[in-house]
């Protein structure tokens, strides 16, 4: 006795099961390398921030992240402290 038109059919359906299983597999290993790429990037740019904050002798991380912060506030390169408080030198 030969196969019969379901078993063919059953045949058809789990190849195409097979089929989306291996595509949607290849789609999250594709998804996952994209991720672990920027991890490892995040990562680099994290640790250029702490070797930063090392080297500016900032005591406060949110001085040291970015050196454009302690340039606006015309301290680059010096041990800023941190924000001011209280008022304001005024320049005549």
């Known amino acids: 006795m ?5 078993d063919f059919a059953s045949i058809v359906e789990l190849m ?3 089929k989306l299983y291996d595509e949607q597999e290849e789609r999250w290993k594709q998804r996952m390398q994209e991720k672990d790429e920027q991890i490892a990037q995040l990562e680099k740019h994290l640790a250029g921030l702490k070797q930063e904050i090392a080297s500016s002798g900032c005591p406060q991380p949110t001085c040291a992240t970015s050196s454009r912060r302690c340039a606006s506030r015309g301290t680059a390169g010096t041990r800023c402290g941190g924000p001011r408080r209280g008022p304001q030198p005024t320049h005549p």
Not at 2 to 6: D, E, F, I, L, R
């Open 2 to 6: 030969g196969p019969s038109p379901a």
């Open 16 to 18: 195409e099961v097979k």
